[in-house]
C-alpha cells in the first residue's frame, strides 16, 4: 500500500527538517498528506506542476506553461488558477497549518518563479504500479499452491491405486 512505500521517505524528509509530507500519485491526479487521511484529485497539468515544482528550486512562469501545457497555447491565467487551485488543495490536505507551500518569488531580472518552501517534502508515488505489484505477487502465490495441491492429488491418487491393489489382490497373476 502507498502508506507503507511512501512513510520511510516521508520519515526521511521529516529528519531533513520538512514539516510536512505531500504524496502524488501522477497517474491517478491524486494528492494526499502522508496520513492518507485527506487527500484531492488534481487536473494531469496541476500534477505536472507539482512535478516540476519538487524537482526544481525555481520553476518560472513561462516554464509552467510548457510543463502543464505541452503543445499548447494557454493563457497566462491558466496558470495563476492552476497555482490557486495547488494552494487550496495543499491548504485542505495539510488542514490549513501552513498557508503558504507554495511561494513566490521574483529573481534579479524582475520575473516571477514559484517553489516549494522548506516545510514541505514531495513524494512520487505510484499506488496503481503497487496494488498491480501486489496482485501479481498473490496470483502467484495461488499458482505454487495449486501446484503444490495437484502433486498431492496425483500422490493420494496413486497410494489409493496401490491400496485397491493389495487390498483386492488386483496384482497381475
Excluded: Q
Amino acid at each position: 500500500m502507498v502508506k507503507m512505500m511512501s512513510f520511510g521517505s516521508c520519515f526521511s524528509a521529516v529528519g531533513d527538517g520538512k514539516k510536512y509530507c505531500l504524496i502524488v500519485n501522477p497517474n491517478a491526479g491524486v494528492v494526499k498528506n502522508s496520513l492518507g487521511d485527506r487527500s484531492r484529485k488534481l487536473s494531469s497539468s496541476e500534477i505536472k506542476i507539482i512535478m516540476a515544482l519538487k524537482d526544481k528550486k525555481k520553476v518560472y512562469r513561462e516554464d509552467i506553461i510548457k510543463i502543464g501545457w505541452p503543445n499548447k497555447i494557454v493563457s497566462v491565467s491558466s496558470v495563476g488558477v492552476s497555482l490557486t487551485n495547488i494552494r487550496k488543495v495543499l491548504i485542505y490536505i495539510f488542514k490549513g497549518e501552513l498557508n503558504y507551500f507554495l511561494e513566490r518569488g521574483v529573481d534579479k531580472d524582475g520575473k516571477s518563479f514559484y517553489y516549494f518552501n522548506e516545510n514541505i517534502a514531495v513524494i512520487i508515488s505510484d499506488e496503481t504500479k503497487e496494488k498491480r505489484n501486489i496482485m501479481n505477487t498473490i496470483i502467484h502465490k495461488i499458482k505454487v499452491l495449486i501446484s503444490k495441491l495437484d502433486f498431492l492429488l496425483i500422490f493420494l491418487l496413486i497410494m489409493i491405486i496401490i491400496s485397491m491393489f493389495l487390498v483386492f489382490g488386483v496384482v497381475g497373476g
